[in-house]
């Protein structure tokens, strides 16, 4: 029974991984109109390198025969790859996709284990140890001699269509709908977290906006995290509240870290805040045992108690950034992922 479930459950995990991949073609198909094959070749290296580190380490080391059929290294590696810059060098993109599956999914022992969103950890990992490939000014971003449209044009309703820098994910704003609308018709994710986050995202934008703050991050790449990222089964609530409360403290979290000066990093921080916290999450908002999702008084207060956590660790996190200890903590994490590695070969 126990290894029927599981292969019912390997077998769910591969069929939304498909639909995952197949929802990003669009955005594939816009990137490569957009600059050629370059981009492609990013998110194509960076699903190898996922793909051979999940061989090496979770199927000959671990001898975990099953890891391969689920496609959750060649989901990772996409994902990844996708949240780079179009001409990022081809070594950086490989890396990023080998550190996401190595230090997101190997470490846990599987893809339904993880405690974090690997595509989270890929970028962080770039963003470590080549902070110089994704800075704002780097030319990984944008090539004018190969943009297919001339940068003036792409104003108005044609930059809903295509722009000319941003991530991968966000060059066409059209493409990420068309995807989204996609996984929402298969049923791969809800309006919950990409919706209250958004809608908490555009209230910080217009405080930040009053209060003279310029905010960096683009639109594109919120609709791209809030729709592609955020809604990772394993690392997110499955309840309906629990989504919510999710998606609004990633955006209070974000919107925390713009204020503080922290602009690149601030999705990334808030996602691997609130990841450790979806099981807690899970308990205080799960429906009753007739399937009611209204939230009590108690679990109100206890959403509140977890929430005021949440915010503490963010000004923690903020703190530690201003400092630059950040990296010292991936180092300790790297540590801690190898010692991991070690004991589940």
Request: hydrophobic content about 55%.
């Amino acid at each position: 029974m126990f290894k029927q479930n599981k292969r019912k459950q390997q077998e769910n995990i591969a069929k939304t991984n498909i639909d995952i991949l197949i929802s990003l073609i669009p955005m594939l198909l816009v990137a490569f109109a957009a600059y050629e094959v370059t981009p492609v070749l990013v998110i194509l290296l960076s699903i190898a390198a996922a793909e051979l580190v999940d061989i090496i380490f979770s199927l000959i080391l671990q001898k975990n025969k099953e890891t391969l059929k689920d496609l959750s290294g060649i989901n990772i590696g996409a994902l990844t790859g996708f949240v780079l810059a179009p001409f990022t060098p081809l070594y950086v993109a490989a890396f990023a996709g080998a550190m996401a599956t190595l230090f997101g999914k190997v470490m846990y022992g599987g893809i339904d284990k993880k405690v974090f969103n690997p595509v989270i950890w890929g970028k962080l990992f770039v963003l470590t140890f080549f902070p110089a490939v994704l800075a704002p000014n780097s030319s990984a971003w944008t090539n004018p001699d190969i943009f297919k449209l001339p940068s003036e044009e792409v104003t108005g309703l044609t930059s809903f269509l295509v722009i000319n820098k941003g991530i991968i994910g966000e060059l066409s704003i059209i493409a990420m709908i068309l995807g989204a609308i996609y996984l929402l018709f298969r049923s791969r994710i809800t309006w919950h977290i990409p919706v209250s986050f958004f809608i908490t995202i555009f209230f910080g934008y217009y405080i930040a906006s009053n209060n003279n703050i310029n905010v960096v991050t683009t639109l594109g790449e919120i609709i791209f995290m809030g729709i592609f990222v955020l809604t990772d089964s394993f690392t997110t609530p499955q309840h309906g509240f629990g989504k919510v409360f999710f998606g609004f403290l990633a955006g209070l979290s974000t919107i925390i870290f713009w204020f503080l000066g922290i602009q690149t990093e601030a999705i990334i921080y808030s996602v691997l805040i609130l990841n450790p916290f979806t099981r807690p999450i899970n308990t205080i908002f799960k429906p009753n045992v007739f399937g009611d999702e209204k939230v009590s008084f108690a679990e109100i207060i206890q959403g509140l108690g977890l929430a005021i956590l949440i915010i503490v660790l963010v000004f923690a996190v903020s703190y530690l950034h201003t400092l630059g200890f950040v990296p010292y903590i991936v180092y300790i994490y790297i540590v801690y992922g190898i010692w991991r590695l070690y004991n589940n070969r």
